[in-house]
């Protein structure tokens, strides 16, 4: 009952009543891939400040690694340089 509406829509709007690949798991696939998708996009709209508080939340831990990550190197590479 609520699977029907998002494959409707798919098929109907989205150009998904033909599928581009061969055999049976890949156009599984690519309806799954299709489903999250179209899912992902009607939470956005309803939640767009949660969505958005994560986004940047994730990004900033990204960030943070990859600073700390770099601070590492060049020390790592500067006491090298000097021993």
């Known amino acids: 009952g609520t699977v029907e509406p998002v ?17 049976i798991d890949g156009a599984h696939k690519t309806m799954l891939m299709a489903a999250i ?31 700390d990550r770099f601070i590492y190197l060049l020390e790592a590479e500067f006491v090298f340089s000097l021993g």
């Open 7 to 23: 494959f409707g829509s798919l098929t109907q709007y989205y150009g998904l009543n033909k599928i581009p690949v061969l055999g």
């Open 37 to 67: 998708a179209f899912n992902i996009k009607k939470y956005m709209k309803c939640h767009p400040k949660k969505v958005a508080e994560m986004a940047l939340h994730k990004a900033k831990n990204y960030l943070s690694d990859q600073l």
